[in-house]
């Protein structure tokens, strides 16, 4: 998924990617630190709870992203669990995400997962974005980690639309951050 945006920066068929991928061809300038939240059923136990324990997750049905699918995030997820000292096998782990016929995201799919298996699993904050009635989600207790969301664009490139893009960067990452607080 990150990879084939990638490709395309560097082989000039799309000007930006939003990613948290490095390569040496691209530049990276940090959007926001995404928090990760617990996704669970709305009907789950846990759901009750204001916020969720990382030890309250041992013995879940876990949802997570592979490896491959999101390098980064997955990294994050196993560094973090790794940091609570919590030892957690995924039940189910999302890789090249089909809903139907349509390619979807590993968010989506990873929603559904949880909600057919009953699981858990962490994700960004903004895959609240994807929820349905079926998934809520409820903050970690304590030192919640984060994802870096950057945009990455090939140093070489001079189009004027990504130059106006990033001279507005900030202040556009300021007024979306105002209205999702």
């Known amino acids: 998924m990150y990879a084939a945006s990638l490709k395309g920066?560097?082989?000039?068929?799309?000007?930006?990617v939003i990613s948290n991928l490095i390569l040496p061809e691209l530049?990276?300038?940090l959007l926001i630190k995404e928090p990760l939240l617990?996704?669970?059923p709305s009907d789950h136990r846990l759901a009750a709870l204001k916020a969720i324990r990382a030890a309250d997750l041992v013995d879940e049905a876990f949802v997570t992203v592979s490896h491959t699918a999101a390098p980064v995030l997955r990294g994050v997820i196993d560094?973090?669990?790794k940091r609570c000292g919590i030892r957690i096998t995924p039940t189910h782990e999302i890789d090249h995400a089909f809903i139907g016929?349509?390619?979807s995201n590993f968010r989506q799919s990873a929603l559904a997962l949880i909600a057919s298996t009953h699981g858990v699993g962490l994700l960004p904050a903004y895959t609240e974005?994807?929820?349905?009635p079926s998934v809520t989600s409820r903050p970690l207790k304590g030192d919640a980690p984060t994802i870096d969301l950057v945009l990455g664009y090939k140093k070489s490139n001079r189009s004027p639309i990504l130059k106006l893009l990033l001279s507005r960067l900030d202040e556009l990452v300021a007024r979306v951050s105002k209205t999702t607080k």
């Open 9 to 16: 920066v560097l082989e000039n068929r799309a000007r930006f």
């Open 27 to 29: 530049a990276f300038r």
């Open 38 to 40: 617990v996704f669970l």
């Open 79 to 81: 560094n973090y669990l």
């Open 101 to 103: 016929t349509k390619r």
């Open 129 to 132: 974005n994807f929820l349905t």
